[in-house]
């Protein structure tokens, strides 16, 4: 099997080391990779493997045979204490979980267990030796602390791409200075959690953050949870109460989607961001309040600004200093790591084992789009956890991609309505398009069981079946869906 095994670097091939004290395993694994046209050096003793690199071997990637019988995680800890940003990987020979665990907090990348499946085996070693924008960036397991950051108890901050970490930057100098920050992006993307760190590392970080979903409330209500009421100030008021602006005193506010907040609860925000003085609905006492604000939208500002939709005052009174989230689809370096955390939360939280993810459904998260950012993510991994079927998971990453490739397509048929074709035939045309290439992606993702796509497709299997014969959707050397029955 022929491969791409060039890699940057000074050979340009990639190198590399074999640790394994089996000769017979040692030359199996040595003779698929050169097969795939890699440079392969091996060692069956780990002493002179980190010998050969404290002597300047400098492989591009390590495979380990962890070793039951001795501490391989000192073996892990040389390599990494030699070279610092050195790939390895272990081959676990037993399936004990932590062990692997162990290993991979003390710096292995990643492991893959024995009997090695080779197709997996080679994708593995492409996937870690590769590192452009439509791969995955490898960061070592080691380095996962560097990169997240706890916020909350059960919030988390990651900074493992240039983009993240750059905000990361902007986070820790502009949480010392008192102003207003405004927190763009798309939602899901993250904004939150940022206002939460920018608290945390301010001098305010031990008095309240109070949060307001600006999009969540009627106007009515948002300006009584805002300023607070005094009894009697409208119906229903049988009790006075404090709002955020109050409650917040010392703290800070947070101002969640303030994009969708009515012009006319904007001008009176803006009165109170200029001299922290407001009453209460029905009150007529003055109340000091010392706040820092943050606020966040997913709108774009200059339009709504230009639409009259948002106060341009109010805007240059929030925008002291703005960040820009990017989405989850422009650092797709973190999706791997952003897996493994959420696995990992869930199962905690649930109190359910954890699941792997294999290098196929990886490979099909950075390959997905992730419009709903890190929201959409973390509920990926619950329903994959909770079905424990990576085939329905991947499948489900697909079919979405499909809608939204047909989505986007019915902005090229305009030209096709211009010219006078009728919706109906317009719709029937696009059907016929988008249909078989989504049949066929989750024939593929269930290894072509034509009972198990026809549930993840929802429609019969003889409805499945017919549409297999009438888009002529086969597997490699079968003629017809007949001919697949007995495997379905």
Request: aromatic share 6%; proline share 5%; glycine share 6%.
């Amino acid at each position: 099997m022929k491969r791409s095994s060039f890699v940057p670097g000074a050979s340009g091939i990639a190198q590399i080391l074999l640790v394994n004290d089996e000769p017979e395993a040692l030359a199996c694994t040595r003779n698929l990779l050169e097969g795939a046209h890699y440079h392969v050096d091996t060692s069956s003793n780990r002493e002179d493997a980190i010998a050969r690199i404290e002597n300047g071997l400098r492989p591009d990637l390590i495979f380990l045979c962890m070793d039951p019988a001795s501490d391989d995680f000192k073996t892990i800890q040389a390599c990494r204490r030699i070279r610092p940003e050195q790939k390895l990987v272990v081959i676990s020979p037993v399936n004990d979980v932590s062990i692997v665990v162990k290993a991979v907090r003390m710096g292995a990348l990643d492991y893959i267990s024995q009997p090695i499946e080779e197709t997996e085996f080679l994708a593995m070693v492409e996937r870690f030796l590769t590192s452009t924008n439509g791969s995955c960036a490898v960061v070592p397991a080691q380095q996962m602390q560097e990169h997240f950051e706890e916020v909350e108890s059960d919030i988390f901050f990651l900074a493992a791409s240039p983009a993240m970490q750059k905000i990361r930057a902007q986070v820790a100098q502009v949480a010392k200075v008192d102003m207003p920050v405004l927190l763009l992006g798309e939602s899901g993307s993250g904004k939150e959690v940022l206002a939460r760190l920018i608290h945390k590392l301010s001098r305010r970080g031990g008095k309240p953050m109070m949060k307001v979903n600006c999009a969540a409330l009627p106007l009515d209500l948002l300006e009584s949870e805002l300023f607070g009421f005094e009894t009697g100030a409208f119906t229903g008021a049988t009790r006075s109460k404090p709002g955020l602006l109050e409650l917040c005193d010392k703290g800070t506010l947070f101002l969640d989607e303030i994009g969708e907040m009515s012009p006319v609860l904007q001008a009176k925000l803006l009165h109170v961001l200029q001299d922290g003085k407001f009453s209460r609905l029905g009150g007529r006492n003055v109340i000091t309040s010392d706040f820092r604000v943050l606020a966040a939208t997913n709108i774009n500002v200059k339009e709504a600004i230009e639409a009259k939709a948002f106060r341009e005052d109010l805007y240059y009174r929030l925008n002291a200093f703005t960040i820009n989230v990017p989405p989850l689809r422009e650092r797709r370096e973190e999706i791997p790591l952003l897996l493994k955390h959420f696995v990992r939360q869930f199962s905690e939280k649930y109190n359910c084992a954890e699941v792997e993810c294999s290098h196929q459904m990886i490979r099909a998260c950075l390959q997905h789009s992730w419009p709903g950012n890190l929201r959409e993510l973390g509920n990926f991994v619950k329903r994959y956890m909770v079905l424990q079927d990576e085939a329905q998971a991947i499948a489900e990453l697909e079919s979405s991609d499909a809608c939204s490739q047909l989505a986007a397509s019915l902005s090229v048929e305009n030209d096709i309505i211009g010219d006078g074709v009728g919706l109906k035939s317009l719709v029937q045309d696009l059907k016929e398009r988008a249909e078989p290439k989504i049949i066929e992606r989750v024939l593929i993702a269930t290894k072509w069981n034509c009972k198990t796509a026809a549930m993840q497709l929802k429609i019969s299997y003889k409805a499945l079946l017919y549409k297999m014969k009438q888009y002529r959707i086969f597997p490699p050397g079968v003629s017809g869906p007949g001919l697949r029955n007995a495997h379905s």
